[in-house]
């Protein structure tokens, strides 16, 4: 289980709505809105995941 960044909702890798990789790391999202979010401001999210 990886932790959305942007909520932080538990979410299954398998099962996430997306992801995106900042710096790296791969971050998994629950919804497409925290995905947008982290998409337009990745720094802001990125130390939450």
């Known amino acids: 289980m990886a932790k959305d ?3 932080g909702m538990e979410v ?3 099962k ?5 990789t900042y710096k790296g ?9 925290c995905k947008m979010a ?3 401001n990745p ?3 990125a130390d939450k995941g």
């Open 5 to 7: 960044p942007v909520c």
């Open 25 to 33: 790391k791969t971050y998994y999202f629950c919804a497409s809105h």
């Open 16 to 20: 996430a709505v997306g992801s995106s």
């Open 12 to 14: 299954d890798e398998a």
């Open 38 to 40: 982290f998409d337009a």
């Open 43 to 45: 720094e802001q999210y």
